[in-house]
């Protein structure tokens, strides 16, 4: 997987500064409160939703299992459909193939439809560095372009913008990029929205080539998917001679009759709808219909080791309906780019240390950012353990880091960080047993109760920075029970 952002911090740090941001705190509680209470009530309305759940969680764990049988039958089935597939180990190679492409039809520029593996491998910039101007169609990712920022949410990626804010960046940027906005622009949504219209129609009907990601992809027929709310993604699939789709390997379902379980729980999830306003399928190409020519870049970028984790691979189930982002409580008030990823929020405390390993500051802090208070996991529609894999991780993160491989052989990298927590959890080990060391070190600590610090020094401070240390009550529960039961077991 490609760098965290560049200059990012631990995410304690990160976070922190976030905090301090009333403005993005307001603009996200807002829009995650609101798209929680309608997906809320959307789930509601279907009495086997569990059932819906259960199969969508079967159904993946059953595909990744037999990921190899079936990305080969989908290389066939698209390849038999007219379509060209290309297999890139990691983001250094496709984003060269995806240039190559590009290169190859003498066109210097590409509408995008909204993907999270091209953010992932950096595409646009690669793209950028070879003279071929990329540009965004989704309303969100359009805002955040033309700003010059980053994405802060799976669905939403400019969520920690508000109206005022969009306006401004219309006015200010989409004259550089094409079309500028209207005179008088103001910040109501309907103008807003043809103001983007008007902007993108132009490129639309002037590009030669389209990049999309996919939703799904069916083995058995080759077809590809992609769900969206405002129209852009057809334009970018059906208009352009060429189409280049890059797909993570995980996206794979067996069948259409598997399709059926996603197409009912993921616009549910993600934006409340009972279905999807657009859902486009391909299947290679057709004369006189759509693209001529398709290509499909079948991306790893560190999946297949997770896949090797047996824990950490439930992550690879994800549909990406970034439910558990508008149900946590630390995402609500540190924002989305506190993680330093493409994929914030739960599901990116889990899955980019995965995709990434945990050499960097940040990528070891993502498995922390979480109470573990197990709401993401309630809304996750394939019932995905998100406070399971995270201790997981923690504690593979604690003993060491992450093992990965450099050619034939398995290397366990040491992760940064987290020295002073392995020595307590030995320190622990060491007294829990042995009873006699124990009761000296609680009546010790009873006897200086009143000289105790508040917070904790040197590395500690990480911990009680922001806690204050429990006190130290006046007795253990062993002297308490000495005293007032003699020691004796009351039950019998």
């Known amino acids: ?87 890139a180990a990691d983001a250094e190679e496709a984003n060269r193939i995806v240039t190559e492409l590009v290169r190859a039809t003498g066109e210097s520029e590409v509408v995008k439809v909204k993907s999270m593996a091209t953010q992932e491998i950096g595409l646009n910039e690669a793209l950028e560095a070879a003279g071929i101007h990329a540009y965004e169609t989704d309303l969100a990712e359009l805002i955040v372009q033309l700003g010059k920022d980053r994405p802060s949410h799976i669905l939403v990626p400019a969520i920690h913008r508000n109206r005022g804010e969009i306006r401004d960046i219309f006015v200010r940027e989409m004259g550089a990029w094409g079309r500028a906005a209207p005179d008088g622009l103001t910040d109501t949504p309907a103008e807003l929205a043809e103001a983007a219209r008007l902007h993108l129609r132009e490129k639309f009907l ?103 984790d047996e824990v950490g691979r439930q992550a690879l189930r994800c549909i990406r309906c970034s439910a558990c982002l508008n149900v946590c409580p630390v995402y609500e008030r540190a924002g989305g780019h506190a993680y330093g990823s493409v994929y914030p929020g739960p599901i990116g405390a889990i899955l980019s240390p995965q995709l990434r390993g945990t050499e960097s ?42 093992a990965t491989r450099d050619g034939n052989t398995v290397v366990l990298r040491p992760a940064k960080g987290h020295a002073a927590e392995r020595a307590a959890m030995r320190a622990a080990r060491w007294a829990f047993g042995r009873p006699g060391a124990l009761r000296a070190g609680q009546r010790l600590a009873s006897g200086t109760r009143r000289f105790h610090p508040r917070t904790l020094p040197g590395p500690g401070r990480a911990w009680s920075g922001t806690r204050e240390l429990p006190a130290v009550p006046a007795e253990s529960f062993r002297e308490w029970w000495q005293r007032t039961r003699g020691g004796k077991d009351v039950t019998k």
């Open 361 to 402: 500051e940040i990528d070891a802090s993502l498995p922390y950012a979480s109470s573990l208070c197990g709401a993401c996991y309630e809304v996750c529609p394939v019932a995905i353990d998100i406070p399971e894999v995270l201790v997981h991780l923690r504690e593979r993160i604690a003993q060491g880091g992450r």
């Open 1 to 87: 997987m490609s760098g965290t952002f560049v200059g990012m911090p631990a995410f304690p740090e990160a976070a922190r500064e976030a905090v301090g941001n009333a403005t993005l705190r307001g603009n996200l509680r807002h829009a995650t409160h609101t798209i929680r209470a309608k997906r809320a009530k959307a789930v509601a309305e279907v009495s086997d939703w569990a059932e819906l759940r259960e199969a969508g969680k079967r159904i993946k764990d059953h595909t990744l299992r037999h990921l190899d049988r079936y990305l080969v039958q989908l290389e066939e089935s698209v390849t038999a459909a007219g379509g060209v597939v290309h297999w």
């Open 206 to 308: 002037r590009a030669k080539v389209g990049v999309s990601g996919a939703n799904f992809m069916v083995a058995e027929t080759g077809t590809l998917v992609v769900v969206e709310s405002e129209g852009n993604g057809r334009m970018c699939l059906t208009l352009p001679e060429t189409l280049i789709s890059v797909v993570g390997i995980e996206k794979i379902v067996p069948t259409w009759r598997d399709l059926e379980v996603f197409l009912q729980t993921l616009p549910r999830s993600s934006t409340a709808e009972r279905m999807n306003p657009y859902t486009s399928m391909w299947t290679g190409t057709t004369d006189g219909d759509g693209p001529r020519t398709f290509h499909l870049v079948l991306l790893d970028n560190g999946r297949t080791d997770t896949l090797a």
